[in-house]
């Protein structure tokens, strides 16, 4: 018994720490996807959280200044846009994809005035890929 003492409380120890460091690390680390009204409605939740809110880029809204890039998000494309949301980006890497209508999730922090600050920044592919029609092979075409 003795022997399973004297190895079993330093695993048990060793198993302890890792356990808690890896649910620590998740819980700095996680962030919570929002659609741009849930976002209004989370009030002072919002400012405490990491977050990802998704939407498309409101049309004539980038302005870049060095590494910082403004933008609007809206809810929806189209006549009716829904709910908007500032977005103050801080970072130098803008996706190639990202410009007006593009759909877009930034990842960031709510500020008390209002405005979320990304530092984060994903744009989907505004173009819609079709498949290629079937090629012929040569053995179709005899006659």
């Known amino acids: ?6 190895f ?15 649910v620590s690390s998740t819980k700095q680390s ?8 849930e ?8 400012r405490s959280r990491h977050l990802q809110v998704d939407g498309h880029v409101k049309e004539g809204s980038i302005v870049s200044m060095g590494q910082t890039t403004s933008f609007v998000l809206v809810e929806k494309e189209g006549p009716d ?5 500032k977005v103050v980006y801080t970072g130098s890497d803008l996706p ?11 990842s960031g922090q709510m500020g008390a005035d209002g405005v979320f600050r990304a530092n984060k920044l994903q744009a989907k592919c ?18």
Request: hydrophobic share 45%; proline share 7%; glycine share 4%.
């Open 1 to 6: 018994m003795n022997r399973y003492l004297k």
């Open 8 to 22: 079993g409380i330093p695993v048990a120890a060793i198993l302890a720490t890792c356990v808690w460091l890896g």
């Open 30 to 37: 996680a962030e919570y996807f929002v659609k741009i009204p």
């Open 39 to 46: 976002l209004k409605q989370m009030d002072a939740k919002a």
């Open 81 to 85: 846009p829904g709910e908007q949301l």
């Open 96 to 106: 190639d994809t990202f410009k007006d209508h593009a759909e877009a999730v930034a």
């Open 126 to 143: 505004a173009s819609k890929y079709e498949a290629a029609p079937p090629k012929l092979s040569a053995s179709t075409n005899k006659t």
